[in-house]
């Protein structure tokens, strides 16, 4: 079994940025990709980012240009830098992991956090 507790969201104004964090433990593996997911009120939860074992990563277009995902595997850390953040990147954000190649399907991550609420105003 994984762990996993994410950090660091709050609320910000339109244009500030916040760093998440996502913290694993258990029978973690670095050769998992960890990816961050956001459910917004009455929406699906969706993808926003993943870093892939080999250093590569992955963005949906909304986020492109303004997030940066990262991962430091010797602490079992993965980090989400928010910047020029909008009102609709409101959300609960999810950190995920438990799959070994890339997709934005949520079904394939065996792991999930409990999420950590991001309120942008405007």
């Known amino acids: 079994q994984v762990q996993l507790v994410e950090s660091g969201g709050g609320l910000v104004q339109a244009g500030g940025s916040l760093r998440l964090s996502c913290a694993a433990s258990?029978?973690?593996?670095?050769?998992?990709?960890m990816a961050w997911f956001r459910q917004a009120p009455a929406k699906e939860r969706e993808f926003v980012a993943a870093a892939h074992w080999s250093g590569a990563t992955y963005y949906s277009d909304s986020v492109k240009g303004r997030f940066t995902i990262s991962r430091d595997n010797a602490k079992n850390t993965m980090y989400l830098r928010m910047n020029s953040l909008k009102p609709e990147d409101t959300a609960v954000y999810y950190c995920?992991?438990?799959?070994?190649?890339?997709?934005?399907?949520?079904?394939?991550?065996?792991?999930w956090g409990q999420g950590t609420q991001v309120t942008v105003s405007s």
């Open positions: 258990g029978r973690t593996s670095s050769s998992d990709t």
């Open positions: 995920a992991t438990g799959y070994r190649g890339y997709s934005t399907s949520r079904s394939l991550y065996d792991y």
